[in-house]
């Protein structure tokens, strides 16, 4: 086991109350309000899906001081720190400018790298290291441009070049090369926002063809993972990652189709943006999340701070350091409540958080803060704490924090209902209808007027549709109706 090394506290320990009280704790600017307990060992950990490695609660971010770094910052520092302090799920991207070179700096010292003389392979098994691509091809694609993504890799890469050039920022040389035993935890294909990127990421999904002009990414990824070559785009057959999964920060009907088409289950984990406005846009927690959860896939959450937007920063993305949010929490909302909330959210493993930065004086250090409020148990709050959340998180900037969701979209009727009949009956099918600002509760399938069937929601995991067959009674032709009934008892509906 790696060693812990947590900060003493030299103040007086802070009495932790409910947490329904702690909606009303007030914080001082600087960071906190009063001083914090140290963090518990071991730290709490959950498991991570169908993975099935235990992920502690809190996981460290990729971006924030890592990739934009303020003056007196040693991004270097903060990830032996998490690291120290026992976090084991670190993410990273090909999009974060030095991020991995950081984090492959912070490896070396930590002997996390092969065939360096202070490697500790079992230490490296101990840890969840995740990059990500923008790519979303492996080859072809050029003529697309709306779609195939971009990196900051040298112009005409595809997603394996992303997957090699991580390997070698973090573990290698940084100039292609690295050690025979290095290896990503896992992959995510990054910020999913549009149908069309679903198409392209999946062309040769199914039945691979390594003389196809393009060949979407995630075939590409497979292979090494798989240590197969059925896109001709392995020639070596390595193994170079253990897990593939997917991020999106926007339209969660586009998230919901991805893992429905992903007819093997070669995604196991999702990265999504959740945090306590999420209810006053096109909302996660009742529609991708569920779907992932009923898939057993690992579930990351981010923007628990809205990219900071929930505090300083203007909603909007970062890209440079002054966008770097070096002090979380205010009076009116305290920023422990922000980070259960986002970890209490069903279906949640770990929430990543970027540290702006980090200091011995627990009081000042972000990292240690985040890590203490992120021991908490699935189901740390009731509904009407998480509802006295959302009242607060709701007057950040009028609710206009998550400026990367897209806007909110009601209970929609059942999706693509249609009726088949014959002289036996009819065949009724539908797809998932879109949650509001409640969870879905039921189906119901009306006759001529009359309630047939209710029919308890479920998640649709795959692309086979709902259905409910009636028997033919009688000579008339009948009408039917398919309603949804979300957990608020309002409806929405749909004539076949």
Request: charged share 25%; aromatic share 8%.
């Given at each position: 086991m790696k060693p812990q090394n947590y900060p003493q506290n030299s103040r007086r320990q802070f009495l932790q109350k409910s947490a329904l009280l702690a909606v009303g704790t007030a914080l001082a600017p600087s960071l906190f309000a009063s001083g914090i307990p140290v963090n518990p060992a071991p730290l709490m950990k959950r498991t991570f899906g169908r993975t099935g490695f235990k992920?502690?609660?809190?996981?460290?971010?990729?971006?924030?001081?890592?990739?934009?770094?303020?003056?007196?910052?040693d991004p270097i520092a903060i990830i032996e720190k998490a690291y120290n302090l026992g976090v084991n799920y670190f993410d990273t991207s090909n999009v974060y400018g030095p991020s991995q070179v950081n984090y492959g700096k912070a490896f070396s010292r930590l002997g996390l790298v092969p065939g360096t003389p202070n490697y500790d392979s079992s230490r490296r098994k101990e840890i969840f290291l995740t990059s990500k691509t923008m790519l979303r091809f492996g080859k072809g694609g050029d003529d697309r441009p709306k779609v195939k993504g971009n990196s900051n890799g040298p112009a005409g890469s595809k997603a394996l070049d992303d997957v090699r050039r991580s390997l070698s920022q973090i573990f290698g040389d940084g100039s292609g090369n690295y050690p025979k035993d290095a290896y990503l935890d896992m992959v995510l294909i990054h910020n999913l926002n549009k149908m069309e990127e679903v198409d392209a990421l999946y062309e040769g999904y199914e039945k691979p063809d390594p003389n196809a002009p393009s060949i979407g990414a995630l075939a590409a990824l497979r292979d090494v993972r798989d240590g197969t070559n059925q896109t001709g785009l392995n020639p070596k057959k390595e193994k170079l990652i253990r897990h593939v999964g997917f991020s999106g920060h926007n339209d969660t009907a586009v998230m919901m189709e991805m893992i429905q088409r992903d007819s093997e289950d070669l995604l196991d984990a999702m990265l999504v943006a959740i945090n306590a406005n999420d209810k006053l846009y096109f909302?996660?927690?009742?529609?991708?999340?569920?779907?992932?959860?009923?898939?057993?896939?690992?579930?990351?959450?981010?923007?628990?701070?809205?990219?900071?937007?929930?505090?300083?920063?203007?909603?909007?993305?970062?890209?440079?350091?002054?966008?770097?949010?070096?002090?979380?929490?205010?009076?009116?909302?305290?920023?422990?409540?922000?980070?259960?909330?986002?970890?209490?959210?069903?279906?949640?493993?770990?929430?990543?958080?970027?540290?702006?930065?980090?200091?011995?004086?627990?009081?000042?250090?972000?990292?240690?803060?985040?890590?203490?409020?992120?021991?908490?148990?699935?189901?740390?709050?009731?509904?009407?704490?998480?509802?006295?959340?959302?009242?607060?998180?709701?007057?950040?900037?009028?609710?206009?924090?998550?400026?990367?969701?897209?806007?909110?979209?009601?209970?929609?009727?059942?999706?693509?209902?249609?009726?088949?009949?014959?002289?036996?009956?009819?065949?009724?099918?539908?797809?998932?209808?879109?949650?509001?600002?409640?969870?879905?509760?039921?189906?119901?399938?009306?006759?001529?007027?009359?309630?047939?069937?209710?029919?308890?929601?479920?998640?649709?995991?795959?692309?086979?549709?709902?259905?409910?067959?009636?028997?033919?009674?009688?000579?008339?032709?009948?009408?039917?109706?398919?309603?949804?009934?979300?957990?608020?008892?309002?409806?929405?509906?749909v004539k076949v």
């Open positions: 992920v502690t609660t809190l996981g460290l971010g990729g971006q924030s001081s890592l990739q934009w770094t303020p003056e007196n910052i909302n996660m927690q009742y529609n991708v999340i569920p779907v992932a959860a009923a898939k057993n896939m690992g579930i990351i959450a981010m923007k628990v701070f809205a990219d900071g937007a929930m505090y300083s920063k203007k909603a909007e993305w970062s890209n440079k350091v002054s966008h770097v949010v070096l002090e979380v929490g205010s009076s009116e909302l305290p920023a422990n409540n922000l980070i259960k909330y986002s970890l209490s959210t069903p279906g949640i493993h770990t929430a990543i958080i970027g540290i702006g930065k980090i200091s011995d004086d627990p009081l000042q250090c972000q990292l240690s803060y985040n890590l203490k409020y992120a021991q908490v148990k699935p189901n740390a709050l009731r509904e009407v704490e998480r509802n006295k959340i959302e009242l607060l998180a709701e007057k950040a900037k009028e609710g206009k924090t998550n400026y990367f969701q897209k806007t909110f979209q009601d209970l929609t009727p059942p999706r693509e209902a249609k009726v088949f009949r014959s002289d036996k009956g009819a065949l009724l099918s539908w797809h998932t209808a879109y949650a509001g600002d409640a969870a879905i509760d039921r189906y119901e399938v009306w006759q001529d007027g009359k309630l047939l069937q209710e029919i308890p929601f479920k998640p649709q995991t795959t692309k086979e549709p709902y259905s409910f067959e009636v028997k033919r009674t009688n000579g008339a032709r009948s009408s039917f109706l398919i309603k949804v009934v979300d957990k608020k008892n309002r409806e929405a509906e």
